[in-house]
């Protein structure tokens, strides 16, 4: 029988600590988690913790986020490229111990990065070594600049690569393109969210104008067989436009996070279904 693991991200825009944001996540329904996974973190306690927090609610950790503030500096020649590589080895090498099967990564930040260069894809190639040796799969996401995604899958060829579809990216940055079924057979990890395809507004599905019939049709024809996970934010701020949302913009303004979590829920239960 059809009825994927709901998952929704640890964080949802609401200043909560983890604790409460997973208590609540669970108490709406959800059975899964996608965690943050950095050196440094607003809002989250350390990874222990983390995990801890996590199994004290019943939710399992079906992947967890990569940082990627400084992510552009790996293409880069100098020591920041490296520094920030060591940074990236250190965290996957922690996830494989702690049980994270997948991590989903940035190949790129914002709009107009570094050049694709021989130097940049070497040290990701030296992440995926690490990630091998962890028995942890590198999920990477489609962004601002699909290009990169669609030349660095060209080149590696391993069973822990792959790539974390991200549906409202691909609405708003290049709807000319279907990258899901374009990596059909190798999505590791989803962010499904919604927008009107001029910012990345990160809205609940059905609260926007991505086609959710199709993409559920491509999804099911896909080799992927993991949780359907929300990446939702209320009142959020984003690389990609907006910083802010103002009242009129905001479809899910002075919501409590209990009324937010539920309409969430709601929304992914009629994807499922086929009913958005």
């Known amino acids: 029988m059809f009825n994927p693991t709901p998952a929704m991200a640890g964080w949802f825009g609401y200043p909560l600590e983890l604790d409460d944001r997973l208590r609540l996540i669970r108490a709406a329904g959800f059975q899964s988690v996608l965690l943050w996974w950095a050196t440094e973190s607003t809002y989250e306690p350390p990874v222990p913790l983390k995990m801890e927090t996590a199994a004290k609610h019943g939710l399992s950790v079906e992947n967890?986020?990569?940082q990627f503030a400084n992510m552009n500096a790996i293409w880069e020649d100098g020591y920041e490229?490296?520094?920030?590589?060591?940074?990236?080895?250190?965290?996957?090498?922690?996830?494989?111990?702690?049980?994270?099967?997948?991590?989903?990564?940035?190949?790129?930040?914002?709009?107009?990065?570094?050049?694709?260069?021989?130097?940049g894809f070497s040290r990701f190639l030296r992440l995926v070594e690490v990630a091998e040796r962890a028995n942890v799969d590198l999920a990477f996401e489609n962004l601002r600049a699909p290009q990169y995604l669609y030349e660095f899958m060209r080149r590696v060829d391993s069973p822990r690569v792959g790539v974390c579809f991200d549906a409202g990216h691909n609405h708003f940055v290049c709807p000319e393109r279907n990258i899901l079924r374009d990596f059909s057979d190798r999505i590791k990890a989803l962010h499904l969210h919604d927008n009107f395809g001029d910012f990345d507004a990160h809205n609940i599905p059905g609260d926007g104008t991505v086609d959710w019939k199709a993409l559920r049709k491509d999804l099911l024809a896909s080799a992927y067989t993991g949780a359907w996970s929300l990446e939702i934010e209320h009142a959020q701020t984003s690389e990609f436009g907006k910083s802010l949302l103002s009242k009129e913009d905001d479809p899910y303004f002075g919501m409590e996070p209990e009324e937010y979590l539920a309409r969430a829920f709601q929304a992914h239960q009629k994807l499922i279904r086929g009913e958005l």
Do not use: I, M, Q, W
Not at 88 to 108: F, I, M, P, S
């Open 64 to 66: 967890a986020h990569l």
């Open 81 to 119: 490229g490296e520094h920030y590589l060591s940074e990236l080895c250190g965290l996957v090498a922690e996830a494989g111990v702690y049980g994270v099967k997948t991590l989903v990564v940035h190949l790129t930040r914002r709009k107009d990065p570094p050049p694709f260069s021989a130097l």
